[in-house]
């Protein structure tokens, strides 16, 4: 079956763009995560959603970023007025349901570079 | 606040080898889970394993193994005769009793060297 997928997987644009990146998550997982990874570091949390809404986005930076789901599959992170320091791979995860214990299946990660 | 500490940046190993990755948390949750995924180098994160914090009975699958101590806040993985291919970036990572986001470590670099 099909994993997670993310697109596009790169993505380069000038400092001050918008951007949206995109998540398919495994068909029938109610859950979707969306995580930053610096290069040496581990990922970073950002937000999660349980079905279409978000039920956790602590993790989100600053005003700048924002994530949608809106028919409870499919997600998008957006990021307005992109920063250098906004650079990271962006990593998507799925799981079958919101328990803490579930697996999170992972994409293959958006690297995003912001000139 | 949950945190995972994964002290050592690179191990480097020559093949069949024994190593161990360390892993230390902090976590104030009365129940937790503990994860390990490794981190090829394409990219993609590949899920190991998963504890829970009533379960402090180690584990082995094939050549890797995990020793988890609560009393040590410690959750260890040890690839026994390494491979080449377990070259990669390994993470512990800890889900709190509440929601689920994964915290992770910085991770462990290992290099295998035939």
């Known amino acids: 079956g099909a994993g997670v997928s993310q697109t596009p997987s790169n993505k380069v644009t000038e400092k001050g763009k918008y951007v949206e990146l995109r998540c398919d998550p495994i068909?029938?997982?109610?859950?979707l995560y969306w995580y930053r990874q610096s290069l040496g570091q581990g990922p970073e949390f950002l937000i999660y959603?349980?079905?279409?809404?978000?039920?956790?986005d602590s993790g989100l930076p600053n005003d700048r970023f924002f994530a949608v789901r809106p028919e409870g599959s499919v997600s998008t992170l957006k990021i307005q007025r992109t920063e250098r320091g906004d650079s990271a791979v962006y990593l998507c995860?799925?799981?079958?349901?919101?328990?803490?214990?579930?697996?999170?299946?992972f994409g293959p990660g958006t690297r995003l570079t912001v000139l | 606040a949950q945190k995972v500490t994964q002290a050592q940046t690179e191990i480097s190993v020559v093949e069949k080898e024994d190593v161990t990755l360390d892993c230390v948390y902090e976590?104030?949750?009365?129940?937790?889970?503990l994860f390990w995924y490794k981190q090829p180098p394409s990219g993609e994160l590949v899920f190991l394993i998963r504890?829970?914090?009533?379960?402090?009975q180690n584990e082995i699958s094939g050549r890797y193994s995990w020793n988890f101590q609560k009393s040590t806040s410690s959750f260890n993985f040890t690839i026994t005769a390494s491979q080449v291919v377990d070259s990669a970036v390994y993470f512990c990572?800890?889900?709190?009793?509440?929601?689920?986001?994964?915290?992770f470590g910085a991770g462990t670099i290992l290099r295998v060297k035939s």
């Open positions: 504890r829970n914090s009533f379960d402090e």
């Open positions: 976590t104030r949750d009365t129940t937790y889970y």
């Open positions: 068909s029938g997982h109610t859950a």
């Open positions: 990572a800890l889900s709190p009793q509440y929601g689920n986001k994964l915290v």
């Open positions: 995860a799925s799981s079958a349901t919101a328990y803490p214990n579930n697996e999170q299946f």
């Open positions: 959603f349980q079905g279409t809404g978000a039920a956790d």
